[in-house]
């Protein structure tokens, strides 16, 4: 179970209303315990609804935000000729998993002119987007261990799975029935499951992404945990996730505008310097690994929306 989450949305929630004078009206908040503002389940249906609503609704030169704090994980490629690819998902509450083939469509669908920043504070979460381009990636530190107590906020596939078919009778009848991970969770969730578990034919739709699409914050890399940081003999007594923590720490102390580069070398230093081993990456196109984050420079940016399943 990670202890954080909730304190991360709420938090971040907070910086969007009060640094970059968002509407609170456009502002979507979902837990698996209730908060205030917050009354729908993070399910993997009920986020990408949430999503699918706010980029229907976008326009030209809108500013889409998603931060999601949570667990994360990372399944083997389908696609033939591909044995050793992994793709990266985010874990919602019930475990209907959102993959970088999820967001890569979604993204796909942007009106000309608008933005979309995701920020991921979970483990594999480098490369959710899937084909953006790296920025700012794979690096090397030396090992420190923390003074106080964290978690990774990881799930194995294969626990996903075990959870999964441990539940009532009509899904273990789907559980004999599959043959692959696909099937299994194509059998469970229906037409609500990952893009990256329905036939070919559907993925071959998903092929044609300009890598200049989307702004991706990811909380370590691709083959790394993010860490959750138990309230215990954490300073201010409060749980939180290391990199959602970090970022935070550095809009706080800089009141100025920071591009999407410099908030996320700026937070990898938080991270060093508070002794985490995981390092945040920027993926974006080149354009955009240098413009303002959340478009800063903009007085009221619009639609935008956070979610979080905590585990």
């Not at 999503?51 to 030169?61: C, H, I, P, S, Y």
Request: aromatic share 6%; proline share 5%; charged share 20%.
């Amino acid at each position: 179970m990670l202890h954080g989450c909730i304190n991360d949305v709420v938090a971040m929630r907070d910086v969007l209303l009060q640094r970059f004078g968002f509407d609170s009206s456009h502002v979507e908040l979902l837990t698996d315990v209730p908060v205030s503002g917050s009354l729908i389940l993070p399910t993997g249906a009920n986020i990408k609804v949430a999503l699918n609503r706010m980029v229907d609704k976008a326009e030209t030169g809108d500013v889409l935000f998603f931060h999601f704090s949570g667990h994360g994980t990372t399944i083997s490629s389908l696609e033939p000729g591909q044995p050793f690819r992994q793709h990266e998902a985010i874990v919602p509450c019930d475990l209907n998993l959102i993959t970088d083939m999820d967001l890569r469509q979604l993204i796909r669908r942007l009106p000309k002119g608008s933005s979309f920043t995701i920020l991921s504070d979970s483990c594999h979460s480098g490369g959710l987007i899937d084909k953006d381009k790296e920025q700012i990636g794979p690096s090397t530190i030396e090992k420190i261990i923390p003074s106080f107590y964290h978690k990774p906020k990881t799930i194995p596939v294969a626990t996903i799975v075990e959870c999964l078919t441990a539940v009532p009778t009509i899904v273990q009848g789907v559980a004999e029935a599959a043959s692959t991970i696909g099937s299994l969770f194509s059998g469970i969730f229906g037409k609500d499951v990952s893009l990256k578990f329905l036939p070919q034919l559907e993925k071959d739709l998903l092929k044609s992404l300009d890598e200049n699409e989307g702004i991706l914050f990811s909380g370590c890399q691709a083959n790394e945990s993010s860490a959750d940081v138990a309230a215990s003999g954490n300073i201010g007594g409060k749980a939180y996730g290391a990199f959602t923590s970090a970022v935070r720490m550095v809009l706080t102390e800089n009141s100025g505008e920071l591009s999407n580069k410099q908030l996320v070398m700026m937070a990898r230093k938080v991270l060093k310097e508070h002794g985490f081993q995981q390092h945040a990456c920027l993926y974006s196109s080149d354009g955009n690994a240098d413009a303002n984050f959340l478009g800063s420079q903009q007085p009221n940016p619009t639609p935008e929306e956070e979610f979080f399943p905590s585990q």
